[in-house]
Antibody, heavy 126, light 110 residues
Framework: QVQLVQSGAEVKKPGASMNVSCKAS????????IHWVRQAPGQGLEWMGI????????SYAQKLQGRVTMTRDTSTSTVYMELSSLKSEDTAVYYC???????????????????WGQGTLVTVSS | QSALTQPPSASGSPGQPVTISCTGT?????????VSWYQQHPGKAPKLMIY???KRPSGVPDRFSGSKSGNTASLTVSGLQAEDEADYYC??????????FGGGTKLTVL
């Protein structure tokens, strides 16, 4: 069965960086886009970006440009999301989610996230 | 990109229908047939309920349906059940490789 398993909770100080991993299993890792979505406490969902596991190309939300980096390791079927220069407003649960098949027409445009990781709580506090 | 606009809350009695709206612009909801809806129970990850405006993933009850008119998409639950009480979020492709979510709607089953 398809699973996305994320790394554990983190506590970071303002100005530091965070790195969350998302290990995929149960399907061909390079066949589907992976997205990152975050949710601040008591707030709604916020899209962060997308990575193409085949070539590693990425696209990020404008709000996070310059602070977020998404990478992948095809040998371990793992996607990583790094967010730098952390602020208290970055305190949130971070989710990875599987998008459509790479070979699907306009797949990168479709916010069809059919499997989600369990979420990783990152707390930014001095 | 600005978040899509959803009503903060909605409610209905068991067995009754309820519709949640999601309003965007011609640059997102109105410009593409790439609108999805997610259900989220407290402390859980979101679950895909509707994708590409009207399509329902395998396993999602057929009482859930989606539609779109102009810049507004809608999620309808045709016969509310207690387990439908949750937060619901819409999302849409917004051009330039971006995705935008709605602010969420808390659905209460009375």
């Amino acid at each position: 069965q398809v699973q996305l398993v994320q790394s554990g909770a983190e506590v970071k100080k303002p100005g530091a960086s965070m790195n969350v991993s998302c290990k995929a299993s149960g399907y061909t890792f390079t066949s589907c886009y992976i997205h990152w979505v975050r949710q601040a406490p008591g707030q709604g969902l916020e899209w962060m970006g997308i990575i193409n596991p085949i070539g590693g190309s990425t696209s990020y939300a404008q709000k996070l440009q310059g602070r977020v980096t998404m990478t992948r390791d095809t040998s371990t079927s793992t996607v990583y999301m790094e967010l730098s220069s952390l602020k208290s407003e970055d305190t949130a649960v971070y989710y990875c989610a599987r998008g459509p098949n790479y070979y699907e027409s306009s797949g990168y445009r479709k916010p069809n996230f059919d499997y989600w990781g369990q979420g990783t709580l990152v707390t930014v506090s001095s | 990109q600005s978040a899509l606009t959803q009503p903060p809350s909605a409610s209905g009695s068991p067995g009754q229908p309820v519709t949640i709206s999601c309003t965007g612009t011609s640059s997102d909801v109105g410009g593409y047939n790439y609108v999805s809806w997610y259900q989220q129970h407290p402390g859980k990850a979101p679950k895909l309920m509707i994708y590409e405006v009207t399509k329902r993933p395998s396993g999602v009850p057929d009482r859930f349906s989606g539609s779109k008119s102009g810049n507004t998409a809608s999620l309808t639950v045709s016969g509310l059940q207690a387990e439908d009480e949750a937060d619901y979020y819409c999302s849409s492709y917004a051009g330039s490789n971006n995705v935008v979510f709605g602010g969420g709607t808390k659905l209460t089953v009375l």
